[in-house]
């Protein structure tokens, strides 16, 4: 059939086929030889972190573990894997389960250069087919929640709201709603995160909504407002930069009083804009009426609005797209065949061999210094905290995914990094990394 640009939703999503060919065609062949059986470790790690970062932040381990269960091949999905693979391999598609171990950082933990992030032990067939999956989902979760981390920072304590989905893929905009209430926003516009993930949901209305209440007369922007608050309240949001921000202000004023929630700026010079609007506000009476800001923020414009009187930012397009870093480049490498070490050579793209764990030194105030990673089963002498933890052990979850002690673990790793480790300019990563007895 020639191809169609009509997208079928009615296609449900199969798990197992959110992969490459060449993961099953390698599985192919190795059903063949027999090394499909053979013990194997598989490391997910970044080389190093985006060009200029001085840290990152783990994302993306819920959502993996709870995949594992639903990687599965149904019928249908056999069906059109029939065109390329033998019997034999379907054979083993159709009762495939993961039945292997998964250690890693746990979710919301910040990770550098070389950190082992994610350890995937089994058959070298059901190791191999996960692949995909994992870059996939921590490469962008990852991405996401570095941005959003960076803009928590900068907004020194104010409310953030995610407000991306129109900016991405529908279905990377849950994801990534959940990656930036991880890294610590207080909220997302997006209804399908806030019923999956249990993600706040924000949001009042948009231009659209004003300018709808336009009469023979002219805008009426009063009346915009008038339904509002009827409909929502007087803590409602109003949108006041629809025709003239000054003469906004007033409207929502005289139509909610004094008591208004917050207004919202999307335009112009917002740190301009925000002054004038506070003293307006308070010239009003509405002195305990919140400043809303959004339209193209990111972490620099967040940090240069830092002594503007702004309560709220609404980010979008940066923060889903990473803010300049849309993934977090890492890698799936094998590293360990029957507990014997594996290591790719290939120029500037080199592996350490071996199953790895890791640990962080940190001084007696707490300031994090070094990062150690050793043979797993190894652990050096001396004090530290040690990273990786059991994830999944012979196909079932054994850790608690908890959004809530993600968020708690990355407020914790902004506190802990060393006070250059914050700063938004370009710079190496805020500790080393270094391997011991690979």
């Not at 990852?142 to 900016?167: D, F, H, K, P, Y």
């Not at 803590?235 to 207004?263: C, M, R, S």
């Not at 193209?296 to 930012?313: F, K, Q």
């Amino acid at each position: 059939m020639p191809p169609t640009c009509r997208a079928d939703y009615r296609v449900a999503v199969s798990v197992g086929l959110l992969t490459d060919k060449y993961e099953l065609t390698m599985l192919q062949a190795a059903l063949r030889d027999g090394s499909a059986h053979r013990r194997t470790t598989f490391e997910l790690f970044a080389r190093r972190l985006p060009d200029g970062r001085r840290y990152g932040v783990v994302a993306g381990t819920g959502r993996f573990v709870d995949s594992l269960a639903e990687f599965r091949f149904d019928d249908d999905a056999l069906s059109s894997l029939a065109e390329f693979l033998d019997p034999a391999t379907l054979d083993f598609l159709r009762d495939f389960r993961f039945g292997g171990d998964v250690d890693g950082y746990p979710e919301g933990e910040l990770y550098f250069a070389n950190s082992p992030v994610l350890s995937v032990s089994g058959t070298f067939a059901e190791c191999v087919l996960l692949e995909t999956l994992a870059l996939s989902i921590f490469n962008h979760d990852t991405a996401i929640a570095s941005a959003a981390a960076r803009m928590v920072s900068a907004a020194g304590g104010r409310t953030l709201i995610e407000m991306g989905s129109r900016r991405t893929h529908e279905r990377a905009a849950v994801a990534a709603a959940r990656a930036a209430y991880l890294a610590g926003f207080d909220g997302t516009s997006n209804l399908q995160a806030h019923r999956r993930y249990g993600v706040p949901a924000l949001g009042t209305s948009a231009h659209a909504f004003t300018m709808v209440h336009t009469t023979a007369d002219g805008p009426d922007e009063p009346a915009a407002f008038r339904a509002q608050v009827d409909a929502l309240g007087v803590g409602t949001t109003l949108l006041v930069d629809t025709y003239d921000i000054t003469q906004g202000v007033d409207n929502a004023i005289k139509v909610a009083g004094p008591e208004l929630g917050a207004v919202r700026i999307d335009s112009g010079d917002l740190g301009v804009m925000a002054r004038q609007v506070r003293d307006q506000l308070d010239s009003l009476g509405a002195t305990g009426t919140r400043i809303v800001v959004s339209g193209d923020l990111d972490e620099y414009s967040i940090a240069g609005l830092a002594a503007a009187p702004v309560d709220v930012y609404g980010v979008g397009t940066s923060l889903v797209t990473g803010s300049g870093a849309p993934t977090a480049s890492m890698v799936y490498k094998l590293v360990e065949v029957d507990g014997m070490p594996v290591a790719k050579r290939s120029t500037h793209k080199e592996s350490h061999g071996g199953r790895k764990a890791a640990l962080r030194l940190a001084k007696p105030s707490g300031t994090i210094i070094e990062e150690v990673v050793y043979p797993a089963g190894s652990l050096p002498d001396g004090d530290g905290r040690v990273l990786t933890v059991p994830l999944v052990r012979a196909g079932s979850v054994v850790c608690d995914s908890s959004l809530a002690d993600a968020r708690a673990r990355v407020a914790a790793g902004l506190h802990s990094l060393p006070w250059d480790g914050l700063k938004l300019s370009r710079g190496e990563p805020a500790i080393a990394t270094r391997l011991v007895g690979a």
